[in-house]
């Protein structure tokens, strides 16, 4: 993994077995220590830690499908396996990739419940390491709760047992957020005052991830939201938060454009500003673009790179390093026919090489808003342009935002950056209402607008946040939680549905419960409606 990921596999059967690199733990027999031991030594917790991180690695690997596959942003080719089905709101419990993203949380929530059952052990300078237990329970449960909704929320490690697991039945959605929201600010105490790492969970995030937590139970608490955004907000410098962007005063100049009054000046016109902003756009996922400009657009090719993916707007990442390393068979999952590896992409679906299988093609209600004349910045960033061809309507349009070739990757997978934060503050700040001129939401909106190379606004409506986000966000997997917590999915869905011969109806907004969960305990979970 990149940086201060260290190369840990954490492997879990009836008896918890840690490997890591030569340094640290013997490979010459990988599976040497047991838990009591290894808490017994100088790093055990970072260790520990560590295994966490590399276990979520495997957690954005299908997310993508189950998604943005079932927002109206993308679509899939009709001719390549189940991925038409779960386009197409048509998702059966036995779906190889429902089980998987539920059990690959579920085995990383694992791994954090080891240290927090053990956290009394933990010496002073790993206390961290607790803290970023209870962040990693949190986001977990976050995930499986927004896909699944009613979720049991493991507190511990479960022996491999029919009748412990029986003190775990699925919650109510909104049970689900008060446990999710408790583990996030257990965390904030945690983490607070840590040195911030963005490979790592931190006091920032955590603030972060509560408030979107609140905005998105049941019955959101606006009011809880906003004061955890403003806190990070307003304050933004001390986190070392900030979006990416160069004012205009400061841009490159990429082509001679006299101005009319003295042929000696140079012009910076709104197509080169445009251009800055398209790098700048860029480089927040950690990508570069090589040089070309032509006719007032860039018309090189992004690659990913490293050095930029550490930068003030990522506020939490997983990392992804294009170097073979561990191969190592993990069993956490029960999915033995899967290698956790530092080099694995964090989904082959959205990278360059996705649409061989037939997926991450835009749909041409999303080509609708996401334009060159629209969004002069977002679209050079997001889109591919090479495949861009609006005049041929069953043209295959592809995403840019992850350029990595192949399944092998070293895209990062950004859980949440600072723009995500200023339009969260803007929603918190807006509540429940349609509008609002409120200065604080006004400015956060329109700092994301700015980078974007738009126009300002002066009044706030959530429509208009809820299609800033559409825009921003495309292929980071926010749109259909977005849907969802804006009350607009059922409608936005059903139409796009009607539209497209599809099979959405309000129940669909979650997948179903996993079938292989339901057959562990027989009686026990109860199915979701719809399926």
Not at 5 to 15: D, M
Not at 285 to 294: E, P
Not at 402 to 421: C, K, Q, S
Request: proline share 4%; charged share 25%.
């Amino acid at each position: 993994m990149k940086y201060r990921y260290k190369n840990i596999i954490v492997c879990f059967s009836f008896v918890a077995l840690f490997a890591s690199c030569e340094e640290e733990l013997d490979l010459s027999n990988p599976t040497a220590l047991s838990i009591e031991e290894l808490l017994q030594t100088d790093n055990g917790f970072e260790l520990l830690a560590n295994g966490v991180l590399d276990a979520y690695q495997k957690v954005p690997a299908n997310e993508f499908l189950l998604t943005e596959l079932r927002s109206d942003n993308v679509r899939a080719n009709s001719e390549n396996g189940n991925f038409p089905a779960i386009n197409a709101y048509n998702v059966d419990p036995n779906n190889g990739d429902v089980a998987t993203y539920y059990s690959n949380n579920m085995a990383t929530i694992k791994h954090a419940n080891t240290i927090i059952d053990n956290r009394f052990l933990a010496p002073e300078n790993q206390q961290y390491t607790v803290g970023e237990a209870y962040f990693m329970r949190a986001l977990c449960h976050f995930n499986l709760v927004r896909a699944y909704q009613n979720i049991p929320y493991i507190d511990k490690v479960l022996d491999i047992t029919k009748d412990e697991a029986l003190d775990y039945p699925q919650l109510p959605e909104a049970a689900v957020y008060e446990k999710i929201i408790d583990d996030f600010k257990t965390s904030i105490a945690y983490l607070n005052g840590v040195e911030q790492n963005r490979y790592r969970p931190s006091e920032g995030a955590a603030i972060c991830l509560a408030a979107k937590a609140y905005l998105s139970q049941p019955s959101p608490n606006y009011s809880e939201a906003e004061l955890l955004l403003a806190s990070v907000v307003e304050n933004n410098g001390a986190y070392n938060y900030d979006l990416i962007y160069t004012e205009r005063s400061n841009a490159e100049q990429f082509e001679f454009n006299a101005d009319p009054l003295d042929n000696s000046v140079d012009l910076l016109t709104d197509a080169e500003y445009y251009a800055n902003l398209v790098i700048d756009y860029g480089h927040v996922l950690g990508n570069a673009i090589s040089d070309g400009y032509t006719d007032g657009v860039l018309d090189g090719s992004w690659s990913n790179s490293p050095a930029l993916e550490i930068n003030d707007e990522v506020v939490f990442s997983i990392a992804y390093d294009l170097v073979s390393s561990d191969n190592y068979v993990t069993s956490d999952s029960g999915l033995d026919d899967q290698v956790e590896t530092d080099s694995e992409s964090h989904s082959f679906a959205m990278t360059l090489q996705g649409p061989s299988n037939g997926i991450n093609i835009a749909t041409l209600d999303f080509l609708e808003v996401m334009n060159p004349e629209l969004q002069p910045v977002r679209f050079y960033a997001s889109i591919d342009a090479l495949s861009y061809n609006p005049t041929v309507e069953t043209n295959d349009t592809f995403n840019a935002k992850f350029p990595t070739e192949g399944e092998i990757g070293d895209n990062d997978w950004v859980v949440l950056r600072y723009a995500d934060v200023l339009l969260l503050y803007a929603e918190a700040i807006l509540g429940g209402d349609d509008s609002t001129t409120d200065s604080r939401a006004i400015d956060a909106f329109n700092k994301v607008r700015l980078r974007a190379g738009l126009e300002e606004v002066a009044n706030l409506t959530k429509q208009q946040l809820l299609d800033e986000r559409r825009v921003e966000f495309v292929y980071e997997n926010q749109r259909l939680y977005d849907l969802i917590r804006f009350g607009e999915a059922d409608d936005v869905l059903t139409k796009f549905s009607q539209q497209n011969s599809l099979f959405y109806t309000n129940e669909k907004k979650y997948l179903p419960f996993p079938q292989r969960e339901m057959d562990n305990l027989p009686n026990f979970y109860k199915q979701n409606s719809g399926y």
